[in-house]
């Protein structure tokens, strides 16, 4: 056998070990300890509500309407497809949008937290700060015919601490707030 043909099948006996380790079996190891270790962040983070499915912990979703918590809003309208940020540096295509959030908001702009007239950076942030659920406190109470105080516990309640003590900012998960303040109208409406 010639040089040229015995490398050949040598590279493609590698290509053939290598696929079938690092395409195959390390993909199905990740995956099985992904069930055994961590099997609820594996499968997604689901959030069930009623015996469905609504929603994941990890992804933001739009919330329409005075009797729901906002998410921060998303330049990809929350498709996880196409998510990303806006790219707006500083400058009037950015002062207009920020203006516009404030205004669809009912938010002063030099008193609104950041992510009540900013997008994330993935445009998917499930979270908002305490000081942006605060500000919304009002405007769901008075939609839903709930006292202040009743609301505003709730969003203390559902105010999640820095990881591991140390590690990023305190925030509230929109959809597990909601959801909350839906069991609320369901407890006292039965």
Do not use: C
Not at 95 to 112: N, W
Request: overall charge neutral; cysteine-free; aromatic content about 4%.
């Amino acid at each position: 056998m010639n040089n040229v043909v015995k490398q050949s099948l040598a590279g493609l006996r590698a290509m053939l070990v290598l696929t079938v380790l690092l395409g195959v079996l390390y993909p199905a190891a990740v995956w099985g300890v992904g069930q055994v270790v961590a099997r609820d962040q594996a499968a997604g983070s689901l959030v069930s509500y009623g015996g469905k499915v609504v929603g994941s912990s990890l992804v933001g979703q739009q919330w329409k309407g005075g009797e729901w918590f906002h998410s921060r809003p998303s330049a990809s309208d929350y498709a996880g497809a196409t998510s990303g940020g806006t790219n707006l540096g500083p400058g009037p295509a950015l002062d207009a949008t920020v203006a516009e959030r404030a205004a669809a908001a009912g938010l002063d702009i030099a008193s609104a937290p950041a992510d009540a007239l900013t997008a994330s950076g993935s445009g998917l942030d499930p979270h908002i700060s305490p000081a942006y659920a605060a500000a919304q406190v009002e405007r769901v109470a008075a939609a839903r015919g709930l006292d202040v105080g009743q609301v505003r516990s709730l969003v203390v309640a559902h105010t999640q601490g820095r990881t591991a003590g140390f590690l990023g900012q305190p925030r509230v998960d929109v959809l597990e707030l909601n959801l909350a303040l839906a069991r609320l109208a369901a407890s006292s409406a039965g």
